[in-house]
């Protein structure tokens, strides 16, 4: 595998609390996506990090930021979550060799 | 907004059969496409891309039609196999490095 790590790969928990994600890449790669998918719905962009501490807003942002203190890690926070927010999360890095982007393994999270 | 989608979401053929897989896009601006395979519980795996200059581009078992006219792009995967039991869904790019992905095609291979 190309190296990104997602944790946890599972989370359930209410609404109203806080949840991290985090990403973690050893390609020292230097851009970064978070992506949630939904069902009747495409990957859609979230945020994404260009370098440590330059990140933006993606098409689905609200609700969510992100934080990249390091390039092997990007973090995706939830500060209150929502049962709308109940998604599957990728991460992706990329470029990434003849690939535009390669995605993690992602986290199943659910709110209640 | 920019879109991609897929003609079918679910897709069974025998396993030795060619599969066809498709996706329009509406964005004709549109220059570089991507096919993706995703298997359950795992994340998008590349395939196969293309470029608008390109009408075909093949690679091993796999080949992607791209038709700008109609704004059309298919997957053929030949020779089916078990192994190819996946969701597959196309993404084309939008602007800088992102992409707007279809919802995609659940394509089943029977033994």
């Known amino acids: 595998d190309a190296g990104i790590t997602q944790s946890p790969r599972h989370k359930v928990t209410e609404t109203g609390t806080p949840v991290t994600l985090r990403c973690h890449q050893t390609?020292?790669?230097?851009?970064m996506y978070w992506y949630r998918q939904d069902p009747g719905h495409g990957l859609r962009l979230i945020h994404y990090?260009?370098?440590?501490?330059?990140?933006d807003k993606g098409e689905v942002s609200d609700g969510y930021s992100v934080s990249r203190s390091k390039t092997e890690d990007f973090l995706l926070t939830l500060e209150s979550a929502t049962s709308s927010q109940t998604s599957v999360y990728f991460c992706?890095?990329?470029?990434?060799?003849?690939?535009?982007?390669?995605f993690g393994d992602g986290t199943r999270l659910s709110i209640l | 907004g920019e879109s991609v989608g897929l003609h079918l979401p679910t897709l069974s053929v025998q396993e030795g059969d060619n599969s066809i897989i498709n996706c329009a896009y509406s964005?004709?601006?549109?220059?570089?496409f991507i096919w993706y395979k995703q298997e359950s519980g795992k994340g998008p795996q590349f395939i196969i891309d293309?470029?608008?200059?390109?009408d075909k581009r093949q690679g091993q078992r796999v080949t992607v039609l791209l038709n700008k006219t109609v704004k059309h792009l298919s997957l053929q995967i030949a020779a089916t196999q078990p192994g190819d039991s996946a969701v597959y869904f196309c993404?084309?790019?939008?602007?800088?490095?992102?992409?707007?992905f279809g919802t995609g095609t659940s394509l089943t291979v029977i033994p």
């Open positions: 992706a890095i990329g470029p990434y060799g003849d690939q535009p982007q390669h």
């Open positions: 390609e020292n790669h230097r851009y």
């Open positions: 990090s260009y370098g440590v501490k330059d990140t």
């Open positions: 964005n004709s601006a549109s220059d570089y």
């Open positions: 293309i470029r608008s200059n390109m």
């Open positions: 993404a084309g790019k939008a602007t800088g490095n992102q992409f707007y």
